[in-house]
């Protein structure tokens, strides 16, 4: 668990009172054939969840709800990261990108839009469906630690939310290395699984820190890393990348900063929380770690008014690592992003 949380976000001594009140309530086609397994969907305590593929098993839904969840962590990230798609510096208009676990294809359609002259390619274990796809982008139903076919490398590999979703990182690196043109870059932005606070109310052994560990377990019985994010810079530098930066990023959960953005941020951050959380438990919670829906359902009443007191003062981080082929990093619950480079030679 990182212990670094390099901003502090100033408290809205307004925002303190009460809980949180103010969150009321022609298909493209494929570029590839999909088999009929692809489709072949599990469904568990009325979620939709991913097909099978090969030895992998996936703990989050794909139902629409959780592609609703994950549009608005999009613009959480969009936001913190000051409206910017990607934190590596590119020089120039890559010419092919490649965005690992697209989700719903938001960040693979606006980069899309922000490049015209690039290619763009999404990969996901489902099948993406949105309603209009620019013409330089399309999707591939694909499992990313599965041996890479690509014809020809990219400039401008972005991954992101892939937190419990990869059993092998340093292979996944060591492909995207592979894979990187010689002064192309990597972007990895993902999360800390566990809420932390400055001053506030939380407090470890809480039911919402009960709720992260049983959580990080469950993911855990699956054979992934459910907190890659502290851990990405140093396997970014191991397969090869140079000019490596990490960026650990806080991200408030409720409206009590101070700040106008990060009580934006902080708004739809408890939104998709409190959206999200059945999808989020339901998996690991019952079918991994053994919990019974009704007193799951009871559990997560008791999280649900946690997240929403904002005298918690809730925190997460985010890492962004970013390399070069020479590379670059960061944080995210805190979120850390990490962006680096492949040397040119």
Same mark, same amino acid.
């Given at each position: 668990?990182?212990?670094?949380? $390099?901003?502090?976000?100033?408290?809205?001594?307004?925002?303190?009172?009460?809980?949180?009140?103010?969150?009321?309530?022609?298909?493209?086609?494929?570029?590839?054939?999909?088999?009929?397994?692809?489709?072949?969907?599990?469904?568990?305590?009325?979620?939709?969840?991913?097909?099978?593929?090969?030895?992998?098993?996936?703990?989050? =839904?794909?139902?629409?709800?959780?592609?609703?969840?994950?549009?608005?962590?999009?613009?959480?990230?969009?936001?913190?990261?000051?409206?910017?798609?990607?934190?590596?510096?590119?020089?120039?208009?890559?010419?092919?990108?490649?965005?690992?676990?697209?989700?719903?294809?938001?960040?693979?359609?606006?980069?899309?839009?922000?490049?015209?002259?690039?290619?763009?390619?999404?990969?996901?274990?489902?099948?993406?469906?949105?309603?209009?796809?620019?013409?330089?982008?399309?999707?591939?139903?694909?499992?990313?630690?599965?041996?890479?076919?690509?014809?020809? =490398?990219?400039?401008?590999?972005?991954?992101?939310?892939?937190? /419990?979703?990869?059993?092998?990182?340093?292979?996944?690196?060591?492909?995207?290395?592979?894979?990187?043109?010689?002064?192309?870059?990597?972007?990895?932005?993902?999360?800390?699984?566990?809420?932390?606070?400055?001053? /506030?109310?939380?407090?470890?052994?809480?039911?919402?820190?009960?709720?992260? $560990?049983?959580?990080?377990?469950?993911?855990?019985?699956?054979?992934?890393?459910?907190?890659?994010?502290?851990?990405?810079?140093?396997?970014?530098?191991?397969?090869?990348?140079?000019?490596?930066?990490?960026?650990?990023?806080?991200? =408030?959960?409720?409206?009590?900063?101070?700040?106008?953005?990060?009580?934006?941020?902080?708004?739809?951050?408890?939104?998709?929380?409190?959206?999200?959380?059945?999808?989020?438990?339901?998996? =690991?919670? $019952?079918?991994?770690?053994?919990?019974?829906?009704?007193?799951?359902?009871?559990?997560?009443? $008791?999280?649900?008014?946690?997240?929403?007191?904002?005298?918690?003062?809730?925190?997460?981080?985010?890492?962004?690592?970013?390399?070069?082929?020479?590379?670059?990093?960061?944080?995210?619950?805190?979120?850390?992003?990490?962006?680096?480079?492949?040397?040119?030679?």
């Amino acid at each position: 668990m990182a212990e670094l949380h $390099t901003e502090l976000i100033e408290i809205d001594p307004n925002a303190l009172d009460g809980t949180e009140s103010a969150l009321g309530e022609d298909a493209q086609s494929y570029t590839t054939s999909l088999k009929s397994s692809i489709l072949e969907y599990k469904y568990e305590n009325g979620r939709r969840y991913h097909a099978e593929m090969r030895d992998k098993s996936y703990w989050l =839904p794909n139902d629409e709800s959780e592609l609703d969840r994950l549009d608005i962590c999009h613009h959480i990230v969009l936001r913190r990261c000051d409206d910017k798609l990607h934190l590596a510096p590119l020089d120039k208009a890559p010419q092919r990108i490649l965005d690992i676990g697209t989700g719903t294809g938001v960040w693979a359609i606006e980069a899309a839009d922000e490049y015209p002259s690039s290619e763009v390619i999404g990969n996901d274990l489902s099948p993406v469906r949105p309603s209009f796809v620019p013409q330089n982008v399309k999707f591939e139903v694909d499992d990313v630690e599965a041996d890479w076919l690509y014809s020809s =490398p990219f400039d401008y590999i972005h991954c992101r939310f892939m937190a /419990g979703a990869i059993k092998n990182w340093p292979r996944l690196m060591r492909q995207c290395f592979a894979n990187t043109k010689p002064g192309g870059w990597v972007e990895f932005q993902d999360f800390e699984m566990r809420f932390y606070t400055n001053g /506030g109310d939380f407090k470890q052994g809480s039911p919402l820190d009960v709720w992260c $560990t049983e959580l990080i377990e469950g993911i855990m019985s699956l054979g992934m890393d459910p907190e890659p994010g502290p851990k990405l810079k140093g396997w970014v530098e191991d397969a090869g990348f140079v000019n490596v930066t990490h960026k650990l990023l806080p991200i =408030p959960t409720g409206t009590w900063p101070k700040d106008r953005r990060l009580k934006d941020v902080g708004a739809f951050d408890l939104i998709q929380f409190l959206e999200g959380l059945e999808g989020l438990s339901m998996r =690991p919670f $019952t079918t991994l770690r053994g919990w019974k829906y009704d007193k799951l359902l009871v559990f997560l009443a $008791t999280i649900r008014a946690e997240l929403k007191n904002p005298r918690m003062r809730l925190q997460h981080n985010m890492e962004v690592p970013t390399a070069l082929f020479l590379v670059f990093d960061a944080n995210w619950l805190c979120r850390h992003v990490v962006y680096a480079q492949k040397p040119f030679k």
